[in-house]
């Protein structure tokens, strides 16, 4: 255990626990965007796997890390309009339509890979960009300034969402929206219009998640999210639906994962104790969410579908 409590070894673990949290944060802040406006997707995951595909068939093809980002992008929005029609047009039962893409996601992607490509071929990911005079600041510039530009893009995200819901017209509208659509739409506010806004911004930026996972390992395979999609649903009741509560959450389940992934790898645990460790941040995430949950309250008109009166 004495050998992980180095220097060198800290800001490795550091560092690669931002990186971890970057596809959490993407997703998470898409969809307290979408909650807030009333909808629950509950295919986050899905849509992160058809994102995560899209990025690693598009770069594979054209050797370029951004064209994948774009793609991851492009299926994002695809989905959301599916979404957004399925949820706010037919005002389907959310929960269950978001199972349906989930499923959807999950089965498309592997046939995808299965057919387009079959065995696993890596493919060179985004560089990393350090940046000026700040990478230089020993052990912190290592672990802060010098990341690919989607993990700066995560987490200018952040303040960028805060400001959005909070200090615009828009971001009143959608917490109008959230909380009493019957109100908003008495007072010219299009309930259909700012859902399926939320919709595409938090499916787009679910896309944006799985792409950028895919294109920080390097390769995709069947499951590659692996949950994480769920997670960030949970990561979104764990930060209250606010973006830096998101923000915090994402940074627990990164550098937790990544203190596990350390461990395994300094052979600090082994065998059946690995396997137990790697459950922890997924036991932390439901702990704490546990305890946050009990003093929060969700959006009033969370997956309650609008049809307007008269």
């Given at each position: 255990?004495?050998?992980?409590?180095?220097?060198?070894?800290?800001?490795?673990?550091?560092?690669?626990?931002?990186?971890?949290?970057?596809?959490?944060?993407?997703?998470?802040?898409?969809?307290?965007?979408?909650?807030?406006?009333?909808?629950?997707?509950?295919?986050?995951?899905?849509?992160?796997?058809?994102?995560?595909?899209?990025?690693?068939?598009?770069?594979?093809?054209?050797?370029?890390?951004?064209?994948?980002?774009?793609?991851?992008?492009?299926?994002?929005?695809?989905?959301?309009?599916?979404?957004?029609?399925?949820?706010?047009?037919?005002?389907?039962?959310?929960?269950?339509?978001?199972?349906?893409?989930?499923?959807?996601?999950?089965?498309?992607?592997?046939?995808?890979?299965?057919?387009?490509?079959?065995?696993p071929v890596s493919i060179t990911g985004l560089r990393d960009w350090?940046?000026?005079?700040?990478?230089?600041i020993p052990h912190v510039g290592e672990v802060l300034f010098q990341h690919n530009p989607l993990v700066y893009a995560a987490f200018?995200?952040?303040?960028?969402?805060?400001?959005?819901?909070?200090?615009?017209?828009?971001?009143?509208?959608?917490?109008?929206?959230?909380?009493?659509?019957?109100?908003?739409?008495?007072?010219?506010?299009?309930?259909?219009?700012?859902?399926?806004?939320?919709?595409?911004?938090?499916?787009?930026?679910?896309?944006?998640?799985?792409?950028?996972?895919?294109?920080?390992?390097?390769?995709?395979?069947?499951?590659?999210?692996?949950?994480?999609?769920?997670?960030?649903?949970?990561?979104?009741?764990?930060?209250?639906?606010?973006?830096?509560?998101?923000?915090?959450?994402?940074?627990?389940?990164?550098?937790?994962?990544?203190?596990?992934?350390?461990?395994?790898?300094?052979?600090?645990?082994?065998?059946?104790?690995?396997?137990?460790?790697?459950?922890?941040?997924?036991?932390?995430?439901?702990?704490?969410?546990?305890?946050?949950?009990?003093?929060?309250?969700?959006?009033?008109?969370?997956?309650?579908?609008?049809?307007?009166?008269?």
């Amino acid at each position: 255990m004495s050998e992980f409590f180095t220097v060198s070894v800290l800001v490795t673990t550091a560092a690669s626990g931002i990186r971890l949290a970057t596809p959490f944060l993407f997703a998470a802040l898409g969809e307290a965007v979408g909650q807030r406006s009333g909808v629950l997707n509950l295919g986050v995951e899905g849509v992160m796997l058809l994102g995560a595909y899209a990025a690693y068939k598009t770069a594979l093809e054209t050797d370029s890390a951004t064209a994948g980002v774009l793609a991851a992008l492009f299926v994002g929005l695809l989905m959301g309009i599916i979404y957004a029609v399925m949820t706010v047009v037919m005002r389907a039962e959310q929960g269950i339509s978001g199972i349906g893409i989930f499923l959807f996601g999950l089965g498309l992607s592997d046939l995808l890979f299965q057919k387009q490509v079959g065995t696993p071929v890596s493919i060179t990911g985004l560089r990393d960009w350090h940046v000026p005079v700040l990478s230089d600041i020993p052990h912190v510039g290592e672990v802060l300034f010098q990341h690919n530009p989607l993990v700066y893009a995560a987490f200018m995200l952040v303040p960028f969402t805060w400001f959005v819901v909070n200090r615009t017209t828009f971001g009143l509208n959608i917490r109008a929206v959230g909380e009493t659509p019957e109100a908003a739409d008495t007072l010219g506010v299009s309930v259909v219009r700012v859902r399926t806004g939320t919709i595409l911004i938090g499916n787009a930026m679910a896309g944006l998640a799985g792409g950028a996972l895919a294109l920080e390992v390097g390769i995709f395979q069947q499951n590659l999210t692996s949950g994480r999609g769920f997670i960030a649903i949970a990561l979104v009741y764990f930060g209250a639906w606010r973006a830096f509560g998101v923000l915090a959450g994402s940074l627990l389940f990164g550098i937790v994962s990544a203190v596990v992934l350390q461990w395994k790898t300094l052979g600090i645990i082994e065998g059946g104790t690995a396997s137990l460790a790697s459950m922890a941040p997924a036991v932390l995430t439901i702990f704490v969410l546990v305890l946050v949950s009990r003093r929060i309250g969700s959006p009033s008109a969370l997956t309650r579908p609008y049809e307007r009166s008269g």
